[in-house]
């Protein structure tokens, strides 16, 4: 029996990861892994042709060695401050003559929903039905079979720059590969981390790398808002590297030891290399949280601000998941749930077989979502079938008290 091989590939700003998953007997299951660091890429978009082309060439040859297999079609991720999100609704009448709504009618109905007034320099990435109304019956989620004669669809559309996407596309045909589908990044990110009671609660995923913060933000299982902010992990260790006068890669490491968190028993000190790297200096951590705080809160700031203005008022909203290599940040949550008013977990990759210890963590959250997103067949169409599950009432009951604070 012939397994399909499916292949997420992640260009991110600070890494390139690509992802081999195999569906199999036992369902999707991870079988290599290969990761690049990522010198072509800038806040999420190509900024140099030559060298995202060797990333994603050095990437997928590491999955692929580990694989054991050839790959030739990859999902891709496409992010950066070109994206733009709005919902649209439109309407059709049924064509069969039972008045019966067929798949054909779904399709067209959701066809109709992406004529928005769309400049020539963008195109559309995904058109996510959110729910459909059957003769003024709302929140449909499968109208296949229902007797009407009248179907609409609220759908979630998600634009992009052609100039962007067509650079992402170009390093990808350059590096041998054919792009089987563009996914919106934090889109993908949501399909490895989230559970479907959350997105039927209601979540706000953040996905913090290294130059962008994507947000994707669910309500009855379904997107209603997405966009990015061009600030990522990347700025805190430049602002590390600035405020205690060391290398970037000395703030680093400190930013991945200490970042915004307190030690267990208090304050602690720690040595640092001046830029010379010969002289040190003592810095304690609250020296460090001093720089570090101000700028996570204003990241964290921006994204809320962000999604206030953009979901309606009245929205219920229980968590938020922080995936993205940013989400290690230690002592991030405790400062998320204070921002949002939500509590918080870090999002790591579930929903997978062959997952080990080394890709469960939350950078490669998109890389493992893009397999999940090939593996459904969901590019452009959406994620109408994988929708659902049950209302979790441990779910519920966990996070009943935090409701509607986003607002105040
Ligand atoms: N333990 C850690 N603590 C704090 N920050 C971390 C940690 N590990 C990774 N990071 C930060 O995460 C960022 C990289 O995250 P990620 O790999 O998700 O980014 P990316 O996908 O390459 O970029 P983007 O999504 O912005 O295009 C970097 O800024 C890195 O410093
Ligand atoms: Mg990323």
């Known amino acids: 029996m012939k397994h399909e091989t499916v292949c997420g590939l992640d260009i991110g700003t600070t890494k390139t990861c690509a992802v081999v998953a195999v569906d199999g007997p036992n369902g999707l299951e991870i079988v290599g892994v290969g990761e690049a660091p990522s ?6 978009v190509v900024v140099d042709l030559e060298q995202t082309i060797k990333s994603i060439e050095a990437a997928t040859e590491r999955a692929e060695r580990m694989a054991g297999v050839h790959v030739s079609d990859v999902y891709v991720g496409i992010t950066g401050d070109h ?3 709005t919902n649209n609704r439109a309407v059709v009448a049924t064509t069969s003559e039972d008045r019966e709504v067929s798949a054909a009618d779904v399709r067209r ?16 990435i995904h058109a996510l039905p959110r729910y459909f109304t059957v003769d003024g019956q709302e929140g449909v989620e499968d109208p296949v079979g229902m007797a009407g ?3 609409e669809v609220d759908t979630h559309i998600i634009t992009g720059g052609t100039t962007f996407i067509t650079n992402v596309l170009k390093c990808v045909h350059r590096a041998g590969l054919e792009a089987a589908g563009l996914v919106f990044e934090p889109l993908a990110s949501s399909h490895a981390t989230l559970y479907s009671e959350e997105k039927q609660v209601g979540v706000v995923l953040l996905d913090i790398g290294g130059g962008t913060t994507d947000i994707a933000v669910y309500s009855l299982g379904s997107a209603i808002y997405t966009a990015t902010i061009p600030v990522g992990g ?4 430049n602002d590390i590297s600035l405020g205690l006068k060391t290398s970037l890669a000395e703030a680093e490491e400190v930013k991945k030891q200490f970042g915004a ?10 040595t640092v290399r001046g830029l010379d790297g010969r002289t040190t200096k003592e810095v304690t951590t609250q020296q460090l949280r001093a720089i570090v705080v101000p700028r996570v809160l204003e990241t964290l700031r921006m994204a809320k601000a962000k999604i206030i203005e953009n979901v309606p008022r009245d929205l219920v909203l229980g968590e ?9 940040l230690p002592g991030l949550t405790p400062i998320a749930e204070e921002v949002f008013g939500l509590p918080t977990r870090v999002g790591v990759p579930s929903a997978i077989g062959g997952l080990t210890d080394a890709v469960m963590q939350p950078q490669y959250a998109t890389a493992i979502g893009l397999v999940l997103f090939g593996a459904a067949g969901e590019t452009e169409a959406g994620e109408g079938g ?3 599950g049950p209302s979790g009432a441990a779910l519920f009951a966990r996070i009943k008290h935090w409701f509607a604070d986003l607002w105040n």
């Not at 010198?39 to 999420?44: A, D, E, F, S, V």
């Not at 998941?321 to 989400?327: E, L, N, R, Y």
């Open 39 to 44: 010198l072509g890429m800038r806040k999420g």
């Open 83 to 85: 994206i733009r999100s």
């Open 109 to 124: 109905v959701i066809d109709a929903s992406k004529i928005i007034n769309l400049p020539a320099d963008r195109q559309i």
């Open 149 to 151: 004669g009248r179907l």
């Open 234 to 237: 990347n700025i805190l260790t």
């Open 261 to 270: 968190g307190v030690a267990e028993d208090g304050e602690q000190s720690f």
């Open 320 to 328: 938020v998941v922080i995936t993205g290599g940013g989400a290690s």
């Open 386 to 388: 994988r929708r659902g």
